[in-house]
Structure formats: structure tokens, C-alpha cells
């Protein structure tokens, strides 16, 4: 497996973590009935007694990055009436942690045989099957849990799962499809990542990025990726007009340096005037700051075209 492909897959991982906590804080708001009175909790400090202070002192926990001590709010209150809520939180933080995974399956297990057809369920079931590496439980999980449910979140964590089961393909299929539906960002990214280094399509991934670039204002993240894609296919016009970009939003000289690395092939090549418009906006070269570049940028600047013979013309 490439490098590149790891990198895809972590933040593959990492997305499906996302989604799964931001369904399941809503949760835990939009289902007040499930959060009955708690005679028996023990209080945390001597500031927490009632259940609304536990569960804001859980959130905060897990909001600080403290999940284990989330962890122990909410399995207290759980303990405290069973609620399927605290339940949910509290599996979904073990995943967070990789910690009491065994406890999380079994309870998932017990769930899932109340009602298989629990979309939330199957959810933190998907992401339990990857983190365990035991992918070809994810897929069919997956499969089923977008079997039962059109929400663009779920199609989002079965294309993860169809990724680690190495069915690109699939996951490919899925995500242009909703990308048709929502027009993401995030979407198209993941698009194009699969298309660019899983099956080294790069000029498609770069159709899919200019395209949605040209009709939504989008992060410098879809034009780093750009960038780099238009360096593989030996774009320099791309390189220019995505590094202008880049500088533009950061005032970043790396940006810059890049520009002057594509004149400087432009110039070594003997194409004075195409290396001269390269940097034209590059005036000041104060905003240069490799000395290699500097070097490269005054040779250029310094530099004569040559003139063309159609270009002459004879007054007689």
C-alpha cells in the first residue's frame, strides 16, 4: 500500500470519527426524553449534582480532548437509568480513546440485536469493524446502512468503508453521486484524491477540482491539491495561476518561489519572454526570500528575448 494511500485512508478514518461525534452530540440535544431523572449518580465535584451538570461536564471533557474522564461521566450515567443516549456517548468515546473495546462491541452487539435497522447503531458499528481492521464486516455494514438511509453523512462513512475493504470503485461511485446531490467541497476533494493517487488519473482529478473551483469560492486546501496535480502533469501555466492563487490568500513566498521555479525552467529552456511574463507580477523582490530564487529571478528579469523574424518589419 502507498504512502499517499495511507494518508488517504487516516484521514478517511478521521472523517468517519468526525461524523460519527457530530450525530451523536446532536443526539444527545434532540432526545431530551431519554435523559430521566438520576437519583443515584454520584456528584463529580462538589459544583456537579444535578444530570444537566454531568452532561455539560461530559462535553466539556470530550470538547478539551479529556475523553477518558467523559468516558467515566457518561458511563456513570448511564449506570445511573440505562439510557440509550449516555449509551451511544459512551461507546462513541471509547472508539475515540481505542480504549474498552471489547465492552463497546459487546454493547453494540446487544444493541444491534434489538434493532439491526438502528442507524445510529450501525454507524459506530462501521467505524468499531475499521478500527479493529476488520474490514469486511465494515463493508457489509456499510452496505446495509445506506440501504436503510438516503442521508449524505451515511453514504460519506460507507464510501470510508468501501475503502478499506479496497473497493474503491464502489466508493468512488458513491461519492460522485453525492457529490451530484450536495455540490461538497469536501466531496470533490475526496474525489479527486481517490482518482489521483489510487488510480494516478490525474487529469480527471483536476477536471473535477477546476470545475467545482470555477463555480464555488473554495478553500486553499482544493488548491494545494491543485497545485500538486498540476505539477505531476507538467501544467506550468497551472502551477502559475494556482501559486498566484495560493499567495494571494497567504501571502505565503513559498507561493512565489514556486513561480519563479517554473520561469526558471521557462528561461533554462531559452524562452526569455515566457519566463519574463512568468514573474511579471512578481516586481518586488523583497517579497523573495531564497537566495537561490533571488538569483534565478534577477537572471530572468535580466535576460534578452530574442526577437522573431515574422516580428520584423522593413521600412523602405
Same mark, same amino acid.
Given at each position: 500500500?502507498?504512502?499517499? !494511500?495511507?494518508?488517504?485512508?487516516?484521514? @478517511?478514518?478521521?472523517?468517519?470519527?468526525?461524523?460519527?461525534?457530530?450525530? &451523536?452530540?446532536?443526539?444527545?440535544?434532540?432526545?431530551?426524553?431519554?435523559?430521566?431523572? %438520576? $437519583?443515584?449518580?454520584?456528584?463529580?465535584?462538589?459544583?456537579?449534582?444535578?444530570?444537566?451538570?454531568?452532561?455539560?461536564?461530559?462535553?466539556?471533557?470530550?470538547?478539551?480532548?479529556?475523553?477518558?474522564? @467523559?468516558?467515566?461521566?457518561?458511563? #456513570?450515567?448511564?449506570?445511573? =437509568?440505562?439510557?440509550?443516549?449516555?449509551?451511544?456517548?459512551?461507546?462513541?468515546?471509547?472508539?475515540?480513546?481505542?480504549?474498552?473495546?471489547? %465492552?463497546?462491541?459487546?454493547?453494540?452487539?446487544?444493541?444491534?440485536?434489538?434493532?439491526? =435497522?438502528?442507524?445510529?447503531?450501525?454507524?459506530? &458499528?462501521?467505524?468499531?469493524?475499521?478500527?479493529?481492521?476488520?474490514? $469486511?464486516?465494515?463493508?457489509?455494514?456499510?452496505?446495509?446502512?445506506?440501504?436503510? @438511509?438516503?442521508?449524505?453523512?451515511?453514504?460519506?462513512?460507507?464510501?470510508?468503508?468501501?475503502?478499506?475493504?479496497?473497493?474503491?470503485?464502489?466508493?468512488?461511485?458513491?461519492?460522485?453521486?453525492?457529490?451530484?446531490?450536495? #455540490?461538497?467541497?469536501?466531496?470533490?476533494? !475526496?474525489?479527486?484524491?481517490? &482518482?489521483?493517487?489510487?488510480?494516478?488519473?490525474?487529469?480527471?482529478? %483536476?477536471?473535477?477540482?477546476?470545475?467545482? @473551483?470555477?463555480?464555488?469560492? $473554495?478553500?486553499?486546501?482544493?488548491?494545494?491539491?491543485?497545485?500538486?496535480?498540476?505539477?505531476?502533469?507538467?501544467?506550468?501555466?497551472?502551477?502559475?495561476?494556482?501559486?498566484?492563487?495560493?499567495?494571494?490568500?497567504? !501571502?505565503?513566498?513559498?507561493?512565489?518561489?514556486?513561480?519563479?521555479?517554473?520561469?526558471?525552467?521557462?528561461?533554462?529552456?531559452?524562452?526569455?519572454?515566457?519566463?519574463?511574463?512568468?514573474?511579471?507580477?512578481?516586481? =518586488?523582490? #523583497? +517579497?523573495?526570500?531564497?537566495?537561490?530564487?533571488?538569483?534565478?529571478? !534577477? #537572471?530572468?528579469?535580466?535576460?534578452?528575448? &530574442?526577437?522573431? =523574424?515574422?516580428?520584423?518589419? +522593413?521600412?523602405?
Amino acid at each position: 500500500m502507498s504512502g499517499n !494511500r495511507i494518508i488517504t485512508i487516516i484521514l @478517511s478514518f478521521l472523517l468517519v470519527l468526525a461524523l460519527s461525534f457530530i450525530s &451523536l452530540k446532536l443526539w444527545v440535544y434532540t432526545h431530551p426524553q431519554d435523559f430521566g431523572n %438520576i $437519583s443515584n449518580a454520584q456528584p463529580m465535584s462538589l459544583d456537579i449534582t444535578t444530570e444537566d451538570d454531568h452532561i455539560m461536564q461530559g462535553l466539556w471533557y470530550e470538547e478539551e480532548g479529556d475523553y477518558a474522564n @467523559s468516558y467515566k461521566v457518561f458511563d #456513570k450515567l448511564y449506570n445511573a =437509568n440505562h439510557s440509550k443516549a449516555y449509551l451511544l456517548k459512551k461507546i462513541h468515546l471509547s472508539l475515540m480513546m481505542n480504549k474498552n473495546l471489547d %465492552i463497546a462491541n459487546k454493547e453494540l452487539e446487544d444493541l444491534y440485536a434489538k434493532n439491526p =435497522n438502528d442507524i445510529e447503531v450501525l454507524r459506530l &458499528l462501521v467505524t468499531l469493524h475499521l478500527i479493529q481492521k476488520n474490514f $469486511s464486516a465494515a463493508k457489509n455494514e456499510a452496505e446495509h446502512l445506506i440501504s436503510i @438511509s438516503n442521508d449524505p453523512m451515511d453514504v460519506e462513512i460507507a464510501s470510508n468503508a468501501m475503502l478499506y475493504a479496497n473497493d474503491p470503485n464502489k466508493a468512488l461511485a458513491m461519492l460522485k453521486k453525492l457529490y451530484d446531490e450536495t #455540490k461538497s467541497e469536501d466531496i470533490a476533494m !475526496r474525489i479527486a484524491i481517490i &482518482l489521483s493517487d489510487m488510480y494516478h488519473e490525474y487529469y480527471q482529478a %483536476i477536471d473535477i477540482l477546476e470545475e467545482h @473551483s470555477s463555480q464555488f469560492e $473554495s478553500q486553499n486546501t482544493l488548491y494545494e491539491k491543485l497545485l500538486e496535480l498540476y505539477a505531476k502533469t507538467d501544467n506550468s501555466e497551472g502551477v502559475i495561476k494556482t501559486a498566484h492563487t495560493l499567495y494571494n490568500t497567504t !501571502r505565503d513566498t513559498k507561493y512565489l518561489n514556486r513561480i519563479v521555479m517554473v520561469a526558471w525552467k521557462y528561461y533554462k529552456g531559452g524562452e526569455c519572454q515566457k519566463a519574463q511574463n512568468a514573474i511579471q507580477d512578481i516586481n =518586488n523582490i #523583497k +517579497v523573495l526570500k531564497d537566495p537561490e530564487t533571488i538569483g534565478q529571478w !534577477r #537572471k530572468i528579469r535580466e535576460c534578452t528575448p &530574442l526577437i522573431s =523574424n515574422t516580428t520584423i518589419q +522593413v521600412h523602405k
